[in-house]
T-cell receptor, first 112, second 111 residues
Framework: GAGVSQSPSNKVTEKGKDVELRCDPI?????LYWYRQSLGQGLEFLIY????????KSGLPSDRFSAERTGGSVSTLTIQRTQQEDSAVYLC??????????FGPGTRLTVL | TQLLEQSPQFLSIQEGENLTVYCNSS?????LQWYRQEPGEGPVLLVT?????EVKKLKRLTFQFGDARKDSSLHITAAQPGDTGLYLC???????????FGKGTSLLVTP
């Protein structure tokens, strides 16, 4: 079966614009996670979904960041009024309700 | 946040050499995972260790979980160019979902 897919693979935007990043998890995986990976840094947890609910949003860095998940499947991470410090690789992972997480290839976001 | 420190940050070796990378924390984890990440891709799980003192082998890779479940090591025997990548450790603290990642060790194996 297909793995986790993310789109776009690369996104270049201008400071102040809004961006949407998409994640298609592995079919049947109830848990979904978003992480941010900046150059030279580890993975920074952003948000966790169980089904369509987000019991843990503690990692979202500011109110410019939001995420939703619909139908227990696709998730969208939205960043409003992007800033240069938002430049990073945004990784999505899904999990069949266990700790093991399957990662997508990421979206590389560059804010000019 | 439970911090995981990985060392060394960078490692460049020649094919055939052995190496060990470390993952240390002052916190206790219920389990610890090792991932390898190649450029342009997401991390891929290599192993999960759960029991203090546990040793797991995956071909030329040997993973050990410290007795106190605060640290772990990854030893690679006779490294090959295909081992090149970023090695990340991640600890799970008992929530059932949250992983805390270290910053990783970037390994380069040259022929």
């Amino acid at each position: 079966g297909a793995g986790v897919s993310q789109s776009p693979s690369n996104k270049v935007t201008e400071k102040g614009k809004d961006v949407e990043l998409r994640c298609d998890p592995i079919s049947g995986h109830t848990a979904l996670y978003w992480y941010r990976q900046s150059l030279g840094q580890g993975l920074e947890f952003l948000i966790y979904f169980q089904g369509n609910s987000a019991p843990d949003k503690s990692g979202l860095p500011s109110d410019r960041f939001s995420a939703e998940r619909t139908g227990g499947s696709v998730s969208t991470l939205t960043i409003q009024r992007t800033q240069q410090e938002d430049s990073a690789v945004y990784l999505c992972a899904s999990s069949p309700s266990t700790v093991r997480q399957f990662f997508g290839p990421g979206t590389r976001l560059t804010v000019l | 946040t439970q911090l995981l420190e990985q060392s060394p940050q960078f490692l460049s070796i020649q094919e055939g050499e052995n190496l060990t990378v470390y993952c240390n924390s002052s916190s206790v984890f219920s389990s610890l995972q090792w991932y390898r990440q190649e450029p342009g891709e997401g991390p891929v799980l290599l192993v999960t260790v759960v029991t203090g003192g546990e040793v797991k082998k995956l071909k030329r890779l040997t993973f050990q979980f410290g007795d106190a479940r605060k640290d772990s090591s990854l030893h690679i025997t006779a490294a090959q160019p295909g081992d090149t990548g970023l090695y990340l450790c991640a600890g799970e603290s008992g929530s059932g979902y949250a992983l805390n990642f270290g910053k990783g060790t970037s390994l380069l194996v040259t022929p």
